[in-house]
């Protein structure tokens, strides 16, 4: 008789419903569960499991917003943990402090079940194909526990100690870099544009240049082709940003570059794009000196 | 007969040097110039002339600090512009503000000589290689006059335009990026040591992820060995986020990243770190959290 490996996904975004699926591919049964009903109802069009969690599952997967999500789905009312055997697993993915992280993995245990501070980067497409980063931290049962969630999702697993922390710190300091890098993309982009530069030259030139970066040469595209349907949302970054300046101020730490590009994300917001791709930041810049971006490519053009 | 192709390579600096000795490694004849003896007396010995200038040159290369030194030297007292012949073409190689290579460009052509804007990209090691990025611009005649400069000095030439100006732009693009990205990698770099992450970690994991950048990836080693011997000094960075910000104030355009980014280089300065590597920025965050960065490697303790 072949043990089965059962899987709860909560949260079906963009990066959770990859994750799922990655699960699904990977030979495990999966339970999907979500606020929206669409997304458990289309996970269980793909193969997984809707409805109630069974009462022996293996690992619980937690893909939602923030910390309090987290909190909330593993501790509320109707929180999972309470329904947990002694040494099932609970990977913590969302974007949290590294304090948050340790007091999850120290009230898993006084319930008996492992907690792996478990951040991922690589975005949906990553997600889908199981090739995701994930940023991994917790005690070594914790890891054993988690291990067919990680080689179902992860091309890369980086175990950053030995207790929960490290994970989320390693995520944060990505985090600093990502969001600061996408908005100085958009800051130099549009400085370019004053001085005669297209959009298009911009990510020719500078990407093959010291001035490149992952982010940029992945979200610069996405100006070029006036296409801000969200891949990753302005407002990630606020909530992400924000994280890194009250871990920064909890621990006596300026972060001045941080601090002047949350501001500009929160003019984003303001202008009412929080739901566009978070290329849009390079829209504040434009509005500010009256530049016009390029505009969506027209597809009966192209021929 | 053979005819020989003369340069003159003006600023013997880490770039002029290694461009000096890659024009004559492709078979040209070398003049070189520094306010600095030494640098021309080492030029000599790796078989570049020292002296005056012959008086039937076919290019110079103008590889000094910024604008003042690139217009002294040639317009001023001692100018090289009003000995040449026409047709002689200037290749202008510093980070200078669009309108100063307009500027140039204009004054060159009223003494029948060729002006290509052609800031450069990539570092002294790509310098000495004949393998530079040249962000170039200038009028079809004053490309062809420069083509053997550029054949000897870049693996890639970006052609921006016919006529000067944004090879000056796309070069105070670039430098926005770098500066900024140096400094943000700084800052994560330091914030995560604050978290309990240790440098070599830091290069380890981010270098794979999504927060990574080209200048994180060759700056942040340095600072992981403790090494701030300078390949490119932190008094660079007030220069060309100056200029940057200069021509940003004129076009209207506000830069708060840049902005709050050239504040951290002016603290570097202020602490006496101008003449070390820029990745010594990371120096101003340390200091200012109580942070002790790695020191140097010592050879010896290395087996």
Redesign the interface.
């Known amino acids: 008789m072949t043990m089965e490996f059962k899987t709860a996904v909560i949260g079906l975004g963009s990066m959770g419903y990859g994750m799922a699926l990655s699960c699904l591919r990977a030979g495990q049964k999966v339970w999907g569960a979500d606020i929206n009903p669409d997304a458990v109802g289309k996970f269980a069009m793909a193969g997984g499991q809707g409805g109630a969690f069974p009462t022996d599952l293996n690992a619980v997967v937690v893909v939602v917003l923030n910390a309090a999500q987290t909190e909330a789905v593993l501790f509320g009312a109707t929180g999972v943990v309470a329904t947990l055997s002694p040494g099932v697993v609970v990977l913590g993915c969302a974007t949290v402090p ?1 304090a948050f992280a340790r007091e999850m993995e120290a009230r898993c245990a006084a319930a008996g079940v492992h907690y792996l501070d478990a951040p991922i ?3 949906a497409a990553k997600a889908a194909q199981g090739a995701l ?1 994930i ?1 991994a931290a917790g005690r070594p049962e914790a890891f054993r526990a988690a291990r067919p969630v990680l080689d179902a999702c992860a091309q ?1 697993v ?1 175990e ?2 030995s207790e929960a ?2 994970g989320s ?2 995520k ?7 969001g ?2 996408i ?3 958009a ?6 544009m ?4 297209a959009p298009a ?2 990510v ?3 990407s ?9 040469e ?1 979200r610069a595209p996405h100006i070029v082709d006036g296409d801000y349907s969200p891949r990753s949302q302005i407002n990630i970054w606020p909530k992400d940003l924000g994280i ?1 300046l009250d ?2 101020k909890s ?11 949350l ?2 994300y929160m003019v984003a917001v303001g202008m009412g794009l929080g739901a566009e791709d978070d290329a849009a930041i390079a829209k504040v ?1 434009a509005r ?3 530049l016009t971006l390029p505009g969506p490519r027209d597809p009966a053009a192209e021929g």
């Open positions: 590294p980067s690589g975005g980063s940023m890369t980086f950053l100690g922390g490290p710190a390693m944060a300091v990505n985090q600093l870099l990502a600061v890098h908005a100085a993309m800051e130099a982009l549009t400085f370019g004053t001085q005669g530069i030259a911009f020719e030139v500078i093959k240049c010291a001035g490149t970066s992952w982010m940029l992945n890194v871990v920064a621990a006596g730490f300026a972060a001045p570059i941080t601090a002047a590009t501001q500009q810049y500010n000196v009256g």
